[in-house]
Nanobody, 123 residues
Framework: QVQLVESGGGSVQAGGSLRLSCAAA?????????MGWFRQAPGKAREGVAT???????TYVDSVKGRFTISEESAKNTLYLQKNSLKPEDTAMYYC????????????????WGKGTQVTVFS
């Protein structure tokens, strides 16, 4: 059974960096898939932060463009989110998610979710 396990969260001062990792244990990749990072801050709706499709296409929410980079290391079945120039508004629980069978990267289309890793950015 595939599981997604996030790591790399923590507390960091504004302007700092963090790299989140999502290990997909037991994953056998379908030719088409989408993996992504989502976040949810207290009292706010969950939002998509960055997504990566099997064809290499990436998307980013406007608020993180130029600061965050999504990537994967297929050999390790690991998805990353490099976060630079962090801001207090980036504080949230970050979740990794996977759509096994299609390139649909919408939150509602994700088949599997990790339990999340907390990121806190203080000024």
């Amino acid at each position: 059974q595939v599981q997604l396990v996030e790591s790399g969260g923590g507390s960091v001062q504004a302007g700092g960096s963090l790299r989140l990792s999502c290990a997909a244990a037991g994953l056998i990749r379908d030719p088409q898939y989408c993996m992504g990072w989502f976040r949810q801050a207290p009292g706010k709706a969950r939002e998509g932060v960055a997504t990566l499709r099997n064809d290499g296409a990436t998307t980013y929410v406007d608020s993180v463009k130029g600061r965050f980079t999504i990537s994967e290391e297929s050999a390790k079945n690991t998805l990353y989110l490099q976060k630079n120039s962090l801001k207090p508004e980036d504080t949230a629980m970050y979740y990794c998610a996977l759509n096994f069978f299609s390139q649909d990267c919408r939150s509602a289309s994700m088949d599997l979710w990790g339990k999340g890793t907390q990121v806190t950015v203080f000024s």
